[in-house]
């Protein structure tokens, strides 16, 4: 029979035992949570290609920029064209720092400027469901950049310039709706990707935010400020943002069109009204010169 300090000592060990794993457990994303977070976050309108037949999420879309070309990459699981081989580790490490599991620089196409402030819980959640993907053994194609943009090494000097890593931080002095739309906008959402003015190296003009201009592909992206939004209704923008369509009958451009159908139109009411709180909740800014 086991004696009183031997029988204290195993008993102690079981409860670190049980300890250790249902924290493992814990730790364990949720992937269902994760599809709703990947459709808040656009992924799919960059890495699956504009065909009828395509591989959700297997790479091949093309994003022209005044540097050259880039393919989103293959996500799926697929340990050699996809990111089957990467740990859960490399993917927040990509999404937190923009560095690739080699460690070289990830080029800002990649909007790791704005996924550096996604919570902890939701890149788990998120990395759960790319792993439940089925894997695609899709290469992923080169980008076709201008030979003076090829190099991954300088990206250190434009992070040094425009990248700031580090979490989401709540405004303490606004609403819990206020806050939950402006880390969807800011983070997961990654709206100023577009909506936010560029410097001619590619730097967001951050005293300009969401204020429109040239979006990625030289076309012209709408201010998201109140001084824009102050014409439409709550009713008018939620009735854009799920259906695609303006109070007048008209419909967006195709890019939004397509942020329509694959993100903002997947959003729970509840989200989609924080988005708008925030909008309104930002300073009017005018819209940038042409």
């Known amino acids: 029979m086991t004696s ?16 250790a794993v249902s924290g493992s457990v814990l730790a364990q994303g949720d992937a269902k949570r994760g599809e709703y977070l990947a ?40 340990p050699e064209a996809g990111i089957g081989r990467w740990s859960e580790a490399d993917f927040v490490r990509a999404m937190r720092q923009g560095v690739r599991p080699d460690g070289a620089n990830y080029f800002p196409a990649f909007p790791y400027p704005s996924y550096t402030r996604v919570s902890d819980a939701d890149l788990r959640d998120l990395w759960a469901y790319l792993r439940s993907l089925a894997p695609s053994p899709q290469a992923s194609r ?37 806050n939950r739309g402006a880390y969807l906008v800011q983070a997961l959402g990654h709206c100023g990707e577009c909506h936010t003015p560029r410097s001619a190296l590619g730097g967001p003009k951050r005293d300009r935010s969401l204020a429109g201009g040239k ?45 329509i159908e694959n993100t903002t139109s997947k959003l729970s009411p509840e989200d989609l ?12 800014l005018p819209e940038e010169p042409k």
């Open 215 to 259: 979006g990625p592909e030289g076309k012209t992206v709408p201010n998201l400020t109140p001084t824009r939004l102050k014409g439409s209704s709550d009713k008018d923008l939620k009735d854009l943002l799920t259906t695609g369509l303006k109070p007048d009958g008209d419909v967006p451009a195709k890019a939004m069109a397509e942020v």
């Open 39 to 78: 459709n808040a976050g656009g992924c799919v309108g960059c890495h699956t290609e504009e065909k009828k037949d395509a591989v959700r999420f297997a790479g091949g879309r093309a994003l022209q920029t005044p540097f050259g070309t880039f393919y989103g990459p293959n996500i799926t699981p697929h």
């Open 273 to 284: 009204s924080a988005v708008i709180a925030y909008l309104r909740s930002l300073p009017p």
């Open 142 to 178: 080169p980008h076709d950049l201008g030979f003076a943009y090829r190099w991954r090494l300088p990206v250190t000097a434009w992070k040094w310039l425009y990248f700031t890593p580090g979490p989401f931080t709540a405004d303490p002095k606004a609403s819990a709706a206020v």
């Open 4 to 19: 009183g300090p031997a029988r204290t000592l195993a008993q102690a060990l079981v409860g670190l035992l049980l300890a």
